[in-house]
């Protein structure tokens, strides 16, 4: 029983460009969440998703980020014109949705150069 | 404004040793907490939880105490372990359900010398 897989585990981007980061949640895990940890911070939630519906996206900027978990497939966290600021580490985790089991991956670091 | 304060960023301990790693809260609301261990370049693992409505729960070799009127929790780790040694992220939330976010402490980076 794989866990949670993220890919790519590093991701260089040039400024202005686009990023995509993916997450294939657990098997049988239909809830998925995204965080950010900043360099020497913690982690910071960004968005919650269940299939094909964006629950919770109270922590993810109003501008150039985006989050879709699509009835196939996996979880896309997409950054749009990449900034510096962007360069983190982006945790998804899935959970069967009746508790607090939430299970990381093992995050895909960013870097904008 | 950080809601989960972990003011320890480091703590060095012998092996065999007790382990104790603080955490400090400002929000009342919350009422479900959980601890995170994470390795570089993993992901964090769930450790341990708590409820508002205990003052203590024990899994082996850990066992976190909540202290509400404080707002203030710990982890003891005992005895601690070389392997233990990794970053330790305290989180709280308002809802016992899943669906809620989590907010995460800054972490502390826990030692064990053999």
């Known amino acids: 029983n794989a866990g949670v897989m993220q890919n790519p585990r590093h991701l260089v981007r040039r400024r202005g460009q686009e990023a995509r980061l993916r997450c294939s949640p657990m098997?049988?895990?239909?809830?998925v969440y995204w965080y950010r940890q900043l360099p020497e911070e913690g982690l910071k939630f960004m968005v919650y998703?269940?299939?094909?519906?964006?629950?919770?996206e109270s922590g993810m900027p109003k501008e150039r980020f985006s989050a879709e978990f699509p009835k196939e497939g996996p979880s896309i966290l997409r950054i749009q014109q990449v900034v510096r600021g962007d360069s983190a580490a982006y945790f998804c985790?899935?959970?069967?949705?009746?508790?607090?089991?939430?299970?990381f991956g093992s995050g895909t670091r960013l870097t904008v150069v | 404004d950080q809601q989960v304060k972990q003011n320890s960023p480091s703590l060095s301990v012998q092996e065999g040793r007790i382990s104790i790693l603080n955490c400090d809260y400002t929000n009342s609301m919350f009422d479900y907490f959980l601890w995170y261990k994470k390795y570089p370049a993993e992901g964090p693992t769930f450790l341990i939880s708590i409820s508002s409505i205990k003052d203590k729960n024990e899994d082996g070799r850990f066992t976190v105490f909540l202290n509400k009127s404080a707002k203030h929790l710990s982890l003891h780790i005992v005895p601690s372990q070389p392997g233990d040694s990794a970053v330790y992220f305290c989180?709280?939330?308002?809802?016992?359900?899943?669906?809620?976010?989590?907010?995460f402490g800054k972490g502390t980076t826990l030692s064990v010398s053999s």
């Open positions: 998703l269940q299939k094909e519906n964006i629950i919770d």
């Open positions: 985790a899935s959970s069967p949705g009746t508790s607090y089991g939430y299970t």
């Open positions: 989180a709280a939330s308002s809802q016992n359900q899943a669906g809620t976010a989590l907010i």
């Open positions: 098997k049988g895990h239909s809830h």
